[in-house]
């Protein structure tokens, strides 16, 4: 059974977030706190931690505590609360659904947040999509064009797919696989795979 922190101001929100997971799946088990993650050494084992948004200040700082321990953070936000989804985005979450998802979404971005793969709602892709310049890595120079083969592993891998998986359609070994990331994110001056996907769609290699 997997474990996920599950913190709001409301203790209503809590019990209903936890009953979604519950009801969309027997694999998850819903802890609600709305303690910050600051005090991680008095929290129960975890395997992700499900926010909604808004958030007290000193819940929002331990963001950076949860990125500490390697936490995965999956985000609600709804509209019109203080925080836009690029600044959570460059927060470093791995996950990003509006507030009225439902507990088969979130249950999916969660176990995708722990197989180390980002969830982003396709409401929010758009705005990462549109980020000014300024606010992203740097576009690739035309010296650093990607071969065909790393066109492909972007493509896939910009579709959420995994290592393995990406090598078993393509009929590469994970190693040949994780030598083509290297090199496409040296390529693109990225260091995640949602900012290779995101400056590969601005710099028209993929489109997603």
């Not at 980002?118 to 892709?125: D, G, T």
């Not at 009929?171 to 400056?199: D, G, M, P, Q």
Request: net charge negative.
């Amino acid at each position: 059974m997997k474990r996920v922190l599950i913190i709001s101001l409301s203790a209503i929100t809590q019990a209903g977030l936890a009953a979604l997971i519950a009801e969309a799946s027997d694999q998850w088990e819903g802890v609600r706190t709305r303690l910050p993650l600051a005090t991680w050494p008095a929290f129960p084992p975890a395997d992700c931690a499900l926010v909604s948004w808004p958030l007290a200040e000193d819940e929002v700082a331990s963001l950076d505590v949860a990125a500490e321990v390697a936490l995965p953070v999956v985000a609600l936000l709804g509209q019109g609360v203080d925080i836009s989804p690029v600044e959570l985005w460059q927060a470093g979450l791995t996950g990003l659904l509006p507030e009225q998802a439902s507990g088969r979404e979130i249950v999916a971005a969660l176990n995708a947040a722990v197989a180390g793969l980002i969830a982003i709602h396709p409401r929010f892709l758009s705005d990462l999509l549109v980020l000014d310049v300024a606010l992203l890595p740097r576009l690739p120079s035309e010296q650093a064009v990607l071969t065909p083969r790393e066109v492909e592993v972007l493509t896939l891998l910009a579709d959420g797919l995994s290592n393995k998986a990406i090598a078993q359609q393509l009929h590469l070994s994970e190693h040949t696989i994780k030598y083509h990331i290297s090199a496409i994110f040296a390529k693109l001056n990225v260091s995640t795979r949602t900012e290779a996907a995101i400056v590969g769609a601005k710099a028209g290699l993929i489109l997603l």
